[in-house]
């Protein structure tokens, strides 16, 4: 009788370990690899159920995924993505393929991290409805996710449509710890331009590098009708006649936009840029407040544009080493 109980519950627990049953989540949800469980992670998002995490071996090299209305983890181990999900059909751009695609209110809580991604047009797009939706006015944001600790490369001819790192319709994302080397027109985008809304983003600890693009209009930061935005820690490069190292467009709501210890370097044309004006139509919107706290930038940067606010007394100019 000893026996058979001992090996009953040792087969009970060979069955737990089999399926990668992960008790910190709870005894429903569990870790999906790959390649060893799916050959791809489209399959394993598919197969996926909200809360579950999925694992990307390094060696896996291949398309990324859309993740809709699902709240999951994906650790990458340095996996490389190089294939796209087609995003839309855009009027100008012709198609553009993303790397990940993260969307719908209850994908809230998503995280993507520890990936490499390259030649895609859009690595990482997070957005609370299909770009299909022409009013999302009034609809739940996406809330929560994570984007952090990512290699984000792209060719020096190119692509060179819309941005590494989207946020659309979020609240209390945060994007850390990424490396963006990629000929984009932006960097890192938060808009809630045209009803998409937005609040309370934190963009921390990046590095976000165009130097090596002689190309114009190159942002590395931009959030757009947005409120409680906090922009911090993060070393932005822009090559010699590109864009703002740090753009804020059209603040809204009651919280204010914090930006603060940043590193911006390279010759920009300006390293901070703030608007009570956006370039999408509607009323004018009064500046909301803008606090700027000890940012720095090498000589080769213009002064602060005052369209909005004026020069920052706090934000000296000067060198400190690099944030990694």
Aim: hydrophobic share 40%; glycine share 12%; charged share 20%.
């Amino acid at each position: 009788m000893k026996k058979f109980v001992m090996g009953f519950f040792g087969a009970i627990l060979v069955l737990f370990i089999s399926v990668n049953v992960d008790f910190a989540k709870g005894p429903n949800k569990i870790t999906i690899e790959v390649p060893n469980d799916f050959a791809t992670i489209q399959e394993a998002v598919d197969a996926a159920q909200s809360g579950d995490e999925i694992v990307v071996a390094g060696s896996y090299v291949g398309a990324g995924a859309l993740i809709e209305d699902k709240s999951l983890t994906l650790v990458g181990g340095n996996a490389l993505i190089n294939e796209g999900t087609l995003y839309r059909d855009h009027w100008y751009f012709g198609k553009l393929y993303a790397g990940f695609i993260v969307r719908g209110p209850d994908a809230s809580g998503t995280s993507i991290s520890k990936f490499q991604i390259q030649d895609v047009d859009l690595p990482v797009y997070v957005e609370k409805a299909s770009p299909d939706v022409e009013t999302p006015v009034g609809l739940p944001t996406i809330d929560d996710v994570s984007i952090s600790h990512n290699i984000i490369l792209g060719p020096l001819n190119g692509p060179v449509a819309y941005q590494a790192i989207t946020l659309r319709g979020t609240k209390r994302a945060v994007v850390s710890f990424n490396r963006i080397d990629y000929a984009s027109p932006f960097g890192i985008l938060a808009s809630g331009t045209s009803g998409w809304g937005g609040e309370a983003v934190t963009i921390k600890h990046n590095v976000v590098d165009f130097s090596q693009y002689l190309l114009p209009m190159r942002d590395g930061i931009t959030v757009v009708a947005q409120s409680g935005a906090v922009i911090t820690h993060n070393t932005v490069k822009v090559p010699f006649g590109g864009g703002e190292a740090i753009y804020i467009g059209r603040p809204v709501g009651d919280e204010p936009q914090i930006v603060s210890y940043n590193d911006l370097r390279g010759s920009a044309w300006d390293y901070f840029d703030t608007e009570s004006w956006s370039y999408w139509p509607g009323p004018f919107t009064p500046m909301y407040p803008v606090i700027y706290e000890r940012n720095f930038s090498d000589v080769g940067c213009f002064p602060t544009n005052n369209r909005g606010i004026g020069v920052p007394q706090n934000t000296k100019k000067g060198k400190l080493p690099e944030i990694l």
